[in-house]
């Protein structure tokens, strides 16, 4: 009996918290916070720059590790709360451009000063912040800049550990792999320039 | 725990499930709306040609057999360039030839590719390069713009990349036998096989009928038709 109750009870409580997700967020329901790394994660077009410049970073040593490590995440924050204030994307594929800047950089291993690798993180942070920023605007008002905490954390943690994966590797071979997954990340950047180009067509 | 209960503990799982799934809804979450799906579509593409699949280890396979650097080189090569191809296309340049254009560059790249290794031919690098990135161009223009409709392009580039270079993969690692005496005869066994698969697939080219673009389906030309009329009756023929 006490068994039926429960069940009935679980079931009333689905019936009465059915509401669809409308956001552009990956609403996770356990706040904006959990939202954005929600949002991070399950963003291929926004974790793999990140991993790219990881790469980039780790490649060119321990200075521009750290310094991507803490300028990535703060220049995406704050690129996020400009793109909260305009509420307005702009609609060149700029994405697609991280995607290509970042991956010809790892495969071609450039030896780019320390401070031109971590400005070139945070080109693109504040770039893909802003997107997002204006992104959640768009999607409705919300508790944007606790989402783009969220993405800003999960960002610390995937840039550290990249980075700190490739300083770390001495092996020629490693190295190597490291360049060609630079080449895919800047091949798909391409492609995705293709597919946004033949939309606007 | 008697049958009874566990019937009832079973019927109650089961009736929760139902009506979870019956109650939900779609989650009209995230920024690229209607589409969805796209990585598996990319991963499986190269995979499901022979025509890829011969290029792809072919130029691994090559790569081993030149060594440092090519062994790198040559894989981070063909992606990029690949891509471009794919670029291309997805921007409305037009090999010549078109269709059966593509299906020849594509049997040739085989061929080519085939005899080099079969040849264990070592040109200087720039040439290599020139030579994969020619065939990698025409094999993204083939294959890189084939995205099924209502999937994310993004995912789909990623499958595609990720599968090109895993095949990329296998062709190094097939040709790291290159080091043994019986393995090197096998990597020629094998580029012998491809330069054969190759004008299998050239002779293809030439006595299969192109693919005709696919036409819209009943129920969309009915409701392209009816918009039609519709914005007729609203405009007017002009």
Redesign the interface.
């Known amino acids: 009996m006490r068994?039926?109750r429960y069940?009935l009870f679980?079931?009333l409580t689905?019936?009465l918290m059915?509401?669809?997700?409308?956001?552009?967020?990956?609403?996770t329901g356990l706040g904006p916070v959990y939202d954005g790394i929600g949002h991070f994660s399950?963003?291929?077009?926004d974790s793999?720059p990140v991993v790219a410049l990881g790469l980039l970073a780790g490649l060119r040593g321990k200075g521009p590790g750290r310094g991507v490590m803490f300028q990535l995440p703060l220049a995406w924050f704050g690129g996020g709360v400009a793109g909260l204030m305009a509420n307005t994307a702009p609609s060149i594929p700029l994405r697609c451009i991280s995607f290509m800047l970042a991956g010809v950089l790892v495969?071609t291993d450039l030896r780019l000063p320390d401070m031109a690798v971590v400005g070139v993180a945070m080109a693109i942070g504040f770039m893909h912040g802003f997107l997002d920023g204006a992104?959640f605007q768009a999607a409705g008002p919300g508790k944007g800049a606790l989402q783009l905490l969220g993405i800003a954390a999960m960002i610390f943690v995937i840039a550290t550990m990249t980075a700190a994966l490739v300083v770390s590797i001495r092996s020629y071979w490693a190295r190597?792999v490291v360049?060609?997954a630079g080449?895919?990340v800047?091949?798909?950047g391409?492609?995705?320039?293709?597919?946004?180009?033949?939309r606007v067509? | 725990m008697n049958r009874s209960v566990r019937m009832t503990r079973w019927v109650t799982f089961l009736w929760t499930i139902a009506t979870i799934l019956i109650l939900s809804q779609p989650a009209q979450a995230h920024i690229v709306a209607g589409e969805s799906g796209g990585f598996l579509s990319g991963l499986k593409h190269p995979w499901s040609g022979w025509d890829h699949i011969c290029a792809m280890v072919a130029v691994g396979m090559w790569g081993a057999q030149l060594g440092v650097p090519a062994i790198w080189v040559l894989p981070v090569t063909f992606p990029v360039i690949m891509a471009f191809g794919g670029f291309l296309g997805l921007i409305g340049v037009r090999f010549p030839g078109d269709q059966i254009g593509d299906e020849i560059g594509i049997a040739a790249s085989a061929i080519m590719l085939g005899l080099v290794v079969l040849m264990a031919a070592r040109p200087p690098l720039a040439a290599a390069m020139t030579l994969v990135g020619i065939f990698g161009l025409c094999h993204g223009y083939a294959h890189g713009r084939e995205l099924p409709p209502g999937q994310s392009g993004l995912l789909y580039s990623i499958g595609f990349v990720v599968a090109t270079g895993t095949l990329h993969a296998l062709g190094i690692t097939i040709g790291l036998l290159h080091r043994w005496k019986a393995g090197r005869g096998f990597i020629r066994t094998a580029g012998a096989a491809i330069t054969l698969a190759g004008f299998y697939f050239l002779y293809s080219a030439f006595h299969e009928e192109p693919e005709k673009p696919a036409s819209p389906p009943a129920a969309v030309s009915t409701v392209m038709s009816l918009q039609s009329v519709t914005a007729i009756s609203v405009h007017g023929v002009s």
């Open positions: 068994r039926s069940s679980l079931v689905t019936l059915q509401r669809s997700a409308q956001a552009h967020l990956v609403t399950l963003s291929p077009d793999i495969a992104g190597i360049r060609v080449s895919w800047a091949a798909i391409l492609l995705m320039l293709g597919w946004a180009l033949r067509q």
